[in-house]
């Protein structure tokens, strides 16, 4: 070629949470039962959308809106029952005007890092959600920039931490917060929400809050928003219903923007993706359709209370199975549907294996392990090949700590039982092979 074509920031475009189904594929090829622990979909996981939500998609088919183009910045009926949703919280106001759709969270995060000047940085946190340090990393063509979220502190972010950085590098001028978080299932309390928007008040920064998990939150926590605690400092938010609903296949979300007319840079900024959407032309229409229908129905908020005491059983459920090994740091999570597990320091080593019968399935496993490689990825291939349970390591979210993450999914109650029954024997077989 007359020059390289790949920018250097593609190298930060990487996606364990789906490279890990090619190697879990591989085995499954071989003939090994799979369970799917790495990704956050409920319905891959026999989560059943009630009847109730599905008549309503299927009398949308019938409509012959539902196979239009629509207003560039989403349905107009929908973004004002989303406004006057937002604003029933008594936090910022905003109109239907500061309402932008698109084909999904994972499009809006491609486009919010798009927009911003090369140099400039957002600080986001660690273990960090890939989609937004990828995507974040590569639009500056280098590593992400984090702030720790300590799990001795059952996952709060380090704010000392985040004010020295933000202090020292000149060049942040945004913050990420993730509220409830992936992956670790942390709900960031208020009091640390209302000292971030006043470290992003006094370096003159804005804030963005992904909040596809806000309503996702169970054992006694509650989420609170950015609109609820952001006062005059710009922000948006990042809302959607993959998880809520759950409806992650129609790639439907959306973002908020605070403040805009108070600040005339940030508000270039939200005119940039909104221009960029309206050359794409618009986002789905027929979730847009069906969003004021199902969230404004009278059983939806019950439907949804009901999943959240689900998923809090299950966190206690996993929190009684694998708390107690005295060589993992566990905390109990309380919002979104992930938890975070920590392997302490030193408990692993490069001679730790756990046994695979089948003899094809071992060379394979084998082959993938390398000399220096991440001990949790290693451990992850081994649990992956020997009981085919599929985790993501936690050196793959932009984290120096080594651990896993596993989901609290699982609706079928046997399958679940034996999912952590079977990780927790393994995590003792592996950690007692070498020690
Ligand atoms: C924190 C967070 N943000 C965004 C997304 C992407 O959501 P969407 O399905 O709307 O692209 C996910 C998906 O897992 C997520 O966990």
Known sequence: ????????????????????????????????????ENIGDPIQKNNEVPLWMREIVSELTMDEKSYSYCHSKGILSTREFLAAQTNEKGGSQITSEDILFFNGLGDAIAKVYQFINQNLRVIGPSPAYSTHSSAEAAHANSEPITYKLDPNNHWYPDL?????????????????????????????PLETLHRIVEIAKEFNLMLISDEIYLNITYNGAKAHSLAEVIGDVPGLAMKGISKELPWPGSRCGWM???????????????????????????????????????????RFKPYREAMNQKIGKRSKYIAE????????QF?????????????KEGVLNERQTLKIENHTMQKMVESWIKPGMNLDQ???????????????????????LKGFRVTLLEEN???LVHIFTTLKDALREYLSSAQ
């Open 378 to 400: 290693r451990f992850v291939y081994y649990l992956l090949g020997s009981k085919g349970i599929c985790v993501v390591p936690i050196s793959s979210f932009c984290s120096d």
């Open 160 to 188: 000392d931490d985040l004010y020295n950085k933000v202090k020292y590098n000149k060049n942040i001028i945004g913050i990420l917060i993730i509220n409830p978080d992936n992956p670790t299932g942390m709900v960031y």
């Open 413 to 415: 109650e046997e399958t």
């Open 321 to 328: 199975i694998l708390g107690q090994l005295p060589e993992l």
């Open 256 to 298: 908020e923007f605070y403040n805009r007319e108070q600040h005339q840079d940030f508000s270039k900024f939200c005119s940039a993706m909104e221009n960029a959407k309206m050359i794409e032309v618009c986002s789905t229409t027929l979730p847009q359709l069906a969003i004021p229908k199902i969230m404004g129905d009278p």
């Open 1 to 36: 070629m007359r020059h390289k074509i790949l920018s250097d920031g593609a190298k930060e475009l990487s996606y364990e949470i789906r490279e890990i189904v090619k190697k879990g594929d591989q085995l499954r090829k071989l003939g090994l039962k799979l369970y799917w």
């Open 331 to 343: 905390n109990e999570t309380y919002g979104a549907f992930y938890n975070t597990i920590i392997f």
